[in-house]
């Protein structure tokens, strides 16, 4: 988990991410769409490749790189707790659906009365 955090810390490697989702992607066509050298962009595809976030395979003379999102099972889980709701959160909408639930009631009382009178 701690190898997927630090290799998603950097912009760059994000950005990497999110390219590789709509499919595989050579080297080169990853570097050409930033402003840095390509071996700059070689070491943040290590540093992906190395974390489990990417597979690379060797495709003629090209190097293709696809994502494999597995990887983000782990830490997904691990913070799954710090977006759930809170439980003021769970009981304000406990109240809420009370209030609905009373309201309901009364207009359904008044309406009985109104048809009775």
Same mark, same amino acid.
């Given at each position: 988990?701690?190898?997927?955090?630090?290799?998603?810390?950097?912009? !760059?490697? $994000? #950005?990497? &991410?999110?390219? %590789?989702?709509? /499919? =595989?992607?050579?080297?080169?066509?990853?570097?050409?769409?930033?402003?840095?050298?390509?071996?700059?962009?070689?070491?943040?595809?290590?540093?992906?490749?190395?974390?489990?976030?990417?597979?690379?395979?060797? !495709?003629? $003379? #090209?190097? &293709?790189?696809? %994502?494999?999102? /597995? =990887?983000?099972?782990?830490?997904?889980?691990?913070?799954?707790?710090?977006?759930?709701?809170?439980?003021?959160?769970?009981?304000?909408?406990?109240?809420?659906?009370?209030?609905?639930?009373?309201?309901?009631?009364?207009?359904?009382?008044?309406?009985?009365?109104?048809?009775?009178?």
């Amino acid at each position: 988990m701690d190898e997927v955090a630090a290799a998603i810390a950097d912009p !760059v490697r $994000r #950005q990497i &991410l999110v390219m %590789l989702r709509g /499919g =595989r992607l050579s080297a080169g066509q990853i570097a050409g769409r930033f402003p840095i050298s390509r071996p700059a962009v070689s070491r943040h595809l290590r540093v992906l490749r190395q974390s489990g976030l990417v597979r690379d395979e060797l !495709v003629g $003379r #090209q190097r &293709l790189y696809e %994502l494999d999102a /597995g =990887r983000f099972t782990e830490l997904a889980a691990w913070l799954a707790p710090f977006l759930q709701p809170s439980d003021w959160e769970h009981r304000l909408d406990a109240l809420e659906t009370e209030v609905y639930r009373t309201r309901r009631e009364r207009r359904a009382a008044d309406q009985t009365k109104e048809n009775t009178a």
